[in-house]
Structures are given as structure tokens and as C-alpha cells.
T-cell receptor, first 114, second 115 residues
């Protein structure tokens, strides 16, 4: 049961800000929003997580509107090394084994060009 | 993440052979997972374990079995490998204690080819 929808792919150029939006219309009250980054032939890596409003860390920012039905991952001034697949997941502490919880979809393949 | 290791990293085998993929973690996490990833697809959950005595089937468990030998070790077996099990396999761990969601930490992956 997919709980999130995100674009299949995006293109950008070095130095630009990239915003990837994820839709999660059926997000539950207890659900958090988590984004992962995956480079080719590597395991996904946690980037950022939030519940509401805005979260910022050294890698990215996460914007969550008041209705929480979507979220936007913002990558400032991307470089070639940011080329990767980005996954948006929603869920709570029950873990990915619970139906519909913390499912990795196909993600968004971001290609950064020089 | 160096705290989660997988062996072997690459394996080529033949149809019908029994294969075991191993995962070890030093993070002290109770929860462990096995995923497979096929080209162009996301990760699909095969099996998961919330503690040593707990084993659960995921989305695509047919053709696979697992063993949780200890808190730190979780093995995935293919009893009789077939070509459509050719994929990249990832082990992951998590420990949601004290937080309200479940962040996973992934190993480097095992690339399995079944001829």
C-alpha cells in the first residue's frame, strides 16, 4: 500500500537549488516524514526527518505545510555528487513491516549536470 | 554504514544452488531487515525481525528464508536459487526506542547473480 507519490526523475545543474516534492495525502497523525538518499550500488542513507513545519540540517531542509499532505526536500546549491535517488517515506515506530508503513517506492532520480 | 556489514559483497551462482547472505551489525539494534532491489525499482521488503525470537514475512518472501542467530546477526537464504532472484540485496537495522518513527541504517549491499 503506497503512501507516497513523488516524481520519477528530475534534472538540475550544479549550483542550483533543487526541490523535490512528495505527496502523502493519507498521512496519519502518528506518521513522521523521512527522506533517504541512495547512490548507485549503495544502501540508502538517511538525510532528514520531520513531523511539521521546517527542519534543517547540514545536508538539506524539509518543508512540511500545516496539513502535512505533502513535503518538500530542498537541496541547496547542488553539485554533481548529489546525483542520486531520493526516497520519501512516511510512517511511525511500528517499522516497515507494518502494512503501508515506511515503504520505499521508486524514489526520485535526481541528475545534476555540469 | 560501516556499522552494518554484509557478506559476501558479490556472488555469482547457478540455478538450484543454496545461497546464504549474511548480515552483521554493531549498532546494538533489535530490528533487522532484508530488502531486494531490482534495476529501476525501489526496495522491497523480504523478511524482518524485531528481536531474536521474532521473524516476519515481508512483501516478497517466497523463495527465501531467514535466520536470526543473535541480536547482531541476520542471515538470508535462498534454498534453491533461480535467475529471477538476481538482484541487489540490502540488510538494514533500526531501533525506534525513544523516537516516534523508525529510521533504518543500511549495509553496503550484496550483488547476487544467478545464472
Amino acid at each position: 500500500l503506497a503512501k507516497t507519490t513523488q516524481p520519477i526523475s528530475m534534472d538540475s545543474y550544479e549550483g542550483q537549488e533543487v526541490n523535490i516534492t512528495c505527496s502523502h495525502n493519507n498521512i496519519a497523525t502518528n506518521d513522521y516524514i523521512t527522506w533517504y538518499q541512495q547512490f548507485p550500488s549503495q544502501g540508502p542513507r538517511f538525510i532528514i526527518q520531520g513531523y511539521k513545519t521546517k527542519v534543517t540540517n547540514e545536508v538539506a531542509s524539509l518543508f512540511i505545510p500545516a496539513d502535512r499532505k505533502s513535503s518538500t526536500l530542498s537541496l541547496p546549491r547542488v553539485s554533481l555528487s548529489d546525483t542520486a535517488v531520493y526516497y520519501c517515506l512516511v510512517g511511525d515506530e511500528r517499522g516497515p513491516g507494518s502494512q503501508g508503513n515506511l515503504i520505499f517506492g521508486k524514489g526520485t532520480k535526481l541528475s545534476v549536470k555540469p | 554504514d560501516a556499522d552494518v556489514t554484509q557478506t559476501p559483497r558479490n556472488r555469482i551462482t547457478k540455478t538450484g544452488k543454496r545461497i546464504m547472505l549474511e548480515c552483521s551489525q554493531t549498532k546494538g539494534h533489535d530490528r533487522m531487515y532484508w530488502y531486494r532491489q531490482d534495476p529501476g525499482l525501489g526496495l522491497r521488503l523480504i523478511y524482518y525481525s524485531f528481536d531474536v525470537k521474532d521473524i516476519n514475512k515481508g512483501e516478497i518472501s517466497d523463495g527465501y528464508s531467514v535466520s536470526r542467530q543473535a541480536q547482531a546477526k541476520f542471515s538470508l537464504s535462498l534454498e534453491s536459487a533461480i535467475p529471477n532472484q538476481t538482484a541487489l540485496y540490502f540488510c538494514a537495522t533500526s531501533d525506534p526506542q525513544g523516537v516516534r518513527t523508525d529510521t533504518q541504517y543500511f549495509g553496503p549491499g550484496t550483488r547476487l547473480t544467478v545464472l
